[in-house]
């Protein structure tokens, strides 16, 4: 099965416009999906976007005729109603062009409730709670659900799908990936060193997931400057340094800011894939196919998307 290769866009960055251009670029270039997150809250303030994912999306496969993914978390800011809607009329108007992926979510985005913020196991199972509603919903029954952290009476979507999405789970460690494999129709996760990502294939695999639905956010940063390269990873993305257990649980881009004050750039080159040569990003993208992906979008935290696109452009045309 060929590997699919997609756009990521990074909604949390750039205007709504500017992302519009990115992704028709990235259709001309040889891209053939996109992908994007629902935030709330950029990050850091100095990615300074505040993108509603939702309405982006209505307008961005209008745009472009690709297939689309969002990754969400229907655990909080949104109750799984509300977001079983959205994605039925999307997948509505863009028949079999849309995939929806689950996470439990970030305090980051999910504090503007101001709901206490569960344990990672609790929010585990508030999402298995919130897909089962969304999953049914989608299906066009009735649904009434009287959950341990959901209520649902009468509730039943009269605009539905001819062609259920896939429902995804977005999981970062092994451990979710094995618990929460059962809800879904596949998982995505990011970039890893080799040994842990083959670990987190097989917690996935063993847990019941779909080997051939398994899909990557691989996050990169190019310029033909590798010193720039550097700098603009470090510039634009450094929190990811603080890993992903603590990024779950900072508050806002201002703490976030904060606690990644004094990251440096050596840090920063240990966690994202920053390259000036072509061929460097050929071979990560080679390993993650060997690892059992079928579809890896690009996430580029970079300054100039365009370089970006036409740089993978002539990869893929020349490879894949």
């Not at 039925?88 to 689950?102: I, K, P, Q």
């Not at 847990?207 to 603009?232: C, F, N, R, T, V």
Request: hydrophobic share 35%; proline share 4%.
């Amino acid at each position: 099965m060929k590997t699919l290769i997609g756009y990521h866009s990074s909604l949390e960055r750039f205007t709504p416009t500017e992302h519009l251009n990115n992704i028709k670029l990235a259709e001309a270039n040889g891209f053939k999906g996109i992908s994007c997150s629902d935030h709330f809250y950029p990050w850091s303030k100095r990615q300074g976007a505040s993108i509603a994912s939702w309405p982006w999306l209505g307008a961005a496969m209008a745009e472009v005729n690709l297939p689309f993914g969002v990754i969400t978390s229907p655990v909080e800011r949104c109750h799984p109603a509300i977001i079983a809607q959205y994605i039925a009329t999307l997948a509505s108007m863009y028949n079999g062009r849309l995939w929806v992926a689950f996470g439990s979510g970030q305090l980051l985005n999910e504090h503007i409730t101001n709901q206490y913020w569960p344990v990672k196991s609790e929010r585990n199972e508030r999402l298995k709670e919130a897909v089962h509603i969304i999953r049914n919903l989608l299906q066009g029954k009735t649904v009434n659900h009287e959950g341990k952290y959901f209520q649902v009476y009468d509730t039943k979507l009269y605009t539905t799908p001819s062609i259920q999405p896939k429902l995804l789970i977005a999981a970062l460690s092994k451990e979710s990936a094995h618990e929460l494999a059962d809800c879904s129709d596949g998982i995505i996760t990011v970039i890893k060193p080799k040994r842990e990502q083959e670990e987190f294939v097989y917690a996935y695999q063993q847990g019941g997931g779909d080997k051939d639905s398994m899909y990557l956010q691989a996050i990169m940063s190019y310029h033909e400057d590798q010193k720039q390269a550097e700098y603009e990873a470090w510039y634009n993305w450094r929190h990811a340094v603080l890993g992903v257990k603590l990024q779950a649980e900072i508050r806002t881009p201002d703490d976030f800011d904060s606690a990644a004050e004094s990251i440096t750039i050596e840090q920063t080159n240990k966690v994202i894939r920053v390259s000036s040569d072509p061929k460097e990003h050929l071979e990560w993208l080679n390993e993650d196919i060997s690892c059992g992906f079928s579809q890896i979008y690009i996430q580029d935290v970079s300054n100039d998307q365009a370089e970006t696109i036409r740089m993978y452009g002539k990869l893929l045309k020349d490879q894949y």
